[in-house]
Each structure stands twice: as structure tokens, then as C-alpha cells.
């Protein structure tokens, strides 16, 4: 089955850092990929997605691109903000098995 | 609905009761998942649904754990004979069918058995 390993947490960073958080799978087929945000005391939102190899998915800043030569779908931003502090997982979804498999998450924590 | 709604937002509970967290999905959304997440863990994959048939229900974690969904609508999880370990919040989400659809998440039910 579908699988995803996910950064291990959690991870610290100063305002206006650069920050990386590395999410690789594995899945038969082709999967579609997703990263999805939990703000405290928030209920889970996508963030941003891509569906097809050297897709970009991209919002608020963040961007992550679909590499399938190394089975990745690593998180960036350049410049993250106090209110980016939150819990980020990584999903996989492949076309004909519709579960989303979740990566643990990775708690960031953004300090002014 | 605008969004996954879910029922009830809180749960306290004696062991032993059984108890029914209840999910309304958003129209026309076939897929339906269910996970659980306990404090400060990932997520944690319970059951999933297409329609009214579950394909993949290996995640529900004992024979107490059970899901039934209405047609394409509601859903409904029930734990029977609960324990503290079940204490976590409960999430439902659903979605298009097809793996290009992201899924869309209910604000969860909190679960505490005392």
C-alpha cells in the first residue's frame, strides 16, 4: 500500500528563515500529492497539491514540487511568518485507490 | 452543507457506554473518510467509504469500532464498550471521487472517556 515519510518534528525557525520540510513516498501507479496545514485549534486544510510529475503546487508563499525520479514532495517556503506556526502533513493519493495515506505531521513553531 | 459538519463537537464519556460520533458530508461528495487523531499525533486512519460500501476498513483498530453510511450522506461511527484509550478527536472529511480531489475535513469530534 501507499505510504509516507515525513520530516520528524518539531522544527523551530526565526521569522523570515527559510524553511524545508522533507515528505518522500511510496505508492504504485501515479499518485496525486498533497500537503495539508493544521492551525492551532483549526480543523485540517489543504494547502496545496499536484496532481502529475514536475507539477508545482503552490499557495500563501508555500510551493512544493512533484519529483518523481526521487519519489519526493518536499514543503518550502522562503520567508515564513509567526503565523505559520502550525502541524503540516503530507498525503499521497493514487489514482484508483482513493484513501489518502497521511505522513505523522511536523509541528513548526515560528519565533519573532 | 458549505462544509464537513460533524457531531458532537464534544463527547465525555464513562467507560464502558458506548458512544455515536455522527458525520453530514458535503453534498455530493462519494468519498467519506474517517480517522482519529489523539493529542499531539498524526493522523490515523480508521475506515473509508465510496457510497454506501466501505473497500477499506482495515484502520478501525478493534471489533468495538464499527461505521455505517446512508447512500452518499451521512455517517456514522460507533464505539462500543469504550475505553480511555479511545479518548482522541475523532475527524471525518470526504471528497469527489478520484484521486485528483483533495479531501475536505470536518472540524472533528472530541472524544474523552473518563
Known amino acids: 500500500g501507499n505510504s509516507v515519510t515525513q520530516m520528524e518534528g518539531p522544527v523551530t525557525l526565526s521569522e523570515e528563515a527559510f524553511l524545508t520540510i522533507n515528505c518522500t513516498y511510496t505508492a504504485t501507479g501515479y499518485p496525486s500529492l498533497f500537503w495539508y496545514v493544521q492551525y492551532p485549534g483549526e480543523g485540517l486544510q489543504l494547502l496545496l497539491k499536484a496532481t502529475k510529475a514536475d507539477d508545482k503546487g503552490s499557495n500563501k508563499g508555500f510551493e512544493a514540487t512533484y519529483r518523481k525520479e526521487t519519489t519526493s514532495f518536499h514543503l518550502e517556503k522562503g520567508s515564513v511568518q509567526v503565523s505559520d506556526s502550525a502541524v503540516y502533513f503530507c498525503?499521497?493519493?493514487?489514482?484508483?485507490?482513493?484513501?489518502?495515506?497521511f505522513g505523522t505531521g511536523t509541528r513548526l513553531t515560528i519565533i519573532p | 452543507g458549505a462544509g464537513v459538519s460533524q457531531s458532537p463537537s464534544n463527547k465525555v464519556t464513562e467507560k464502558g457506554k458506548d458512544v455515536e460520533l455522527r458525520c453530514d458530508p458535503i453534498?455530493?461528495?462519494?468519498?467519506l473518510y474517517w480517522y482519529r487523531q489523539r493529542l499531539g499525533q498524526g493522523l490515523e486512519f480508521l475506515i473509508y467509504?465510496?457510497?454506501?460500501?466501505?473497500?477499506?476498513k482495515s484502520g478501525l483498530p478493534s471489533d468495538r469500532f464499527s461505521a455505517e453510511r446512508t447512500g452518499e450522506s451521512v455517517s456514522t461511527l460507533t464505539i462500543q464498550r469504550t475505553q480511555q484509550e479511545d479518548s482522541a478527536v475523532y475527524l471525518c472529511?470526504?471528497?469527489?471521487?478520484?484521486?485528483?480531489?483533495?479531501?475536505?475535513f470536518g472540524q472533528g469530534t472530541r472524544l474523552t472517556v473518563v
Open positions: 498525503a499521497v493519493n493514487r489514482r484508483g485507490n482513493e484513501k489518502l495515506t
Open positions: 467509504f465510496q457510497g454506501n460500501s466501505a473497500p477499506d
Open positions: 472529511a470526504s471528497s469527489f471521487s478520484g484521486a485528483l480531489y483533495e479531501a475536505f
Open positions: 453534498s455530493g461528495h462519494t468519498a
